[in-house]
């Protein structure tokens, strides 16, 4: 199953963590760890590469971390509730293979 969490502070998203292999399918016909692993490193991309902003990200196998400053996080809030929107409609439709939680720091 993968895990996302998302790091939030003062109803803002700092970043978030997302681990696992969904185990929908082997492993490259697998359309859940696909869809998720393309929108949270679009998602990643995206706030280091076109928004310039400082992120800590830690990238493995099956791993993704991504935590930002409060300031960083209110200049990629669109990006990340985007990700949150995008993943928490998937764990809709896939509830045996994603789940999203939120976690107040």
Do not use: P, W
């Not at 996302?4 to 109803?11: E, Y």
């Not at 994603?98 to 107040?104: D, T, Y």
């Amino acid at each position: 199953m993968i895990t996302v969490t998302f790091i939030c502070s003062d109803n803002l998203i700092c970043g978030f963590n997302v681990s696992g292999h969904s185990g929908y399918a082997d492993e490259g016909s697998d359309i859940v760890c696909a869809a998720v692993s393309s929108a949270v490193l679009m998602t990643a991309n995206s706030i280091t590469e076109i928004q310039h902003l400082k992120a800590e990200v830690t990238c493995d196998d099956g791993l993704l971390d991504l935590k930002l400053s409060s300031d960083e996080a209110e200049k990629a809030a669109v990006i990340l509730n985007g990700l949150r929107l995008h993943l928490t409609a998937l764990s809709e439709q896939y509830k045996k293979y994603i789940i999203v939680k939120f976690s107040e720091v």
